[in-house]
């Protein structure tokens, strides 16, 4: 089984406008509305690649006033809801694309957590005994302490000891569990990501990203994979003799390549629940990215585009 834990996930409305101008009132051409958390979105990834065949379970917190669009995403791939429904409503994030392509996001904070909604999903996580991949995916909701993503990884581990966990956080959250003790197997950072965790502009090229990774803050996490957009990624695998990745892939006329981190993370643990390891992961989560920006869907990928990608040394080269 299969799970991904978000708990801060949200709502965006994209409006596209002509002219966007501060201070004014801008009027819309179109929006539209999809369910944007990071790890409803990996979730809807891995199952599309493992065959909706509900071997994904979705775990961590809606607001109840709004969660039916969420809970009927997930059914209609096959995910299995394990969603605690808290007071309120699921955060809306905004984004405004005006007629040149720029884009502006307003980003709600999310539902406040209590202490015991947190240890109600930490004991929910604690039921399930057959997991092989794990996602804790995106911001942490406000309320959660710093540290909650490593009481996550510890709580994955005391009953899923082989379980892989794949963390896809930024910030603080990140930070702090990288400095922990409780330490993830598999972390995505984009190049921008990357730039805050080391507090230094990481310039988006290969060379620079490599450097960038024999920093020691990443020298306990077993694989640490840098997602560069269009440009592919560089990778790091292994603790005691680390090896290091360029990973080049064919262009392709992106559609939409929001989403793609996630798809990523979707297919990352769909190799996990093949048992796969190393280079075939990171394969199958750069073809997932791919299959992702060739799609207007955010976070959706077609089952034949990624095995394309996936078995053509030419568009994925490690
Ligand atoms: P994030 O969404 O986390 O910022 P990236 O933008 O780095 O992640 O994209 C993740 C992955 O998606 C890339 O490594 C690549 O595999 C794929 N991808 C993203 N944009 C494109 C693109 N324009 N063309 C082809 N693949 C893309």
Not at 193 to 207: F, G, I, R, Y
Not at 220 to 244: C, D, W
Request: contains cysteine.
């Amino acid at each position: 089984m299969l799970l991904t834990i978000t708990t801060n996930p949200s709502i965006d409305v994209v409006y596209q406008t002509n002219f966007f101008k501060l201070g004014q009132t801008n009027r819309e051409v179109s929006h539209y509305q999809v369910i944007g958390g990071k790890g409803i979105n990996a979730g809807r990834v891995a199952s599309i690649l493992t065959g909706n065949k509900e071997n994904v379970a979705a775990m961590g917190f809606v607001g109840r006033d709004n969660s039916a669009g969420i809970i009927q995403d997930l059914q209609e791939y096959g995910v299995v809801n394990k969603m605690i429904q808290v007071p309120g409503k699921t955060r809306f994030c905004y984004t405004i694309i005006d007629g040149k392509g720029q884009k502006t996001e307003l980003n709600e904070v999310g539902q406040q957590i209590s202490t015991e909604e947190a240890n109600q999903l930490l004991e929910q996580i604690s039921s399930l005994t057959n997991l092989n991949g794990v996602s804790i995916n995106g911001s942490l909701a406000p309320n959660l302490p710093e540290n909650f993503y490593s009481q996550v990884i510890r709580t994955v581990r005391e009953k899923n000891p082989r379980a892989k966990i794949v963390l896809d956080t930024s910030g603080a959250a990140l930070k702090s569990v990288l400095m922990g003790k409780d330490l993830p197997d598999y972390i995505k950072p984009n190049s921008e990501e990357l730039s805050e965790l080391l507090a230094t502009d990481v310039v988006e090229e290969k060379n620079a990203v490599l450097s960038a990774l024999m920093n020691p803050i990443f020298k306990n996490i077993p694989n640490v994979l840098v997602s560069m957009g269009a440009h592919g990624g560089v990778a790091k695998v292994g603790i005691e003799t680390p090896r290091y990745y360029k990973i080049k892939i064919s262009s392709q006329l992106a559609v939409n390549p929001e989403g793609s981190g996630d798809a990523m993370i979707g297919g990352i643990l769909s190799a996990l629940a093949y048992g796969k390891s190393n280079i075939d992961v990171i394969r199958a989560a750069m073809a997932a990215g791919m299959a992702n920006a060739v799609e207007a869907k955010t976070g959706f990928v077609q089952k034949s585009t990624f095995n394309r990608f996936l078995r053509s040394d030419k568009d994925i080269h490690v």
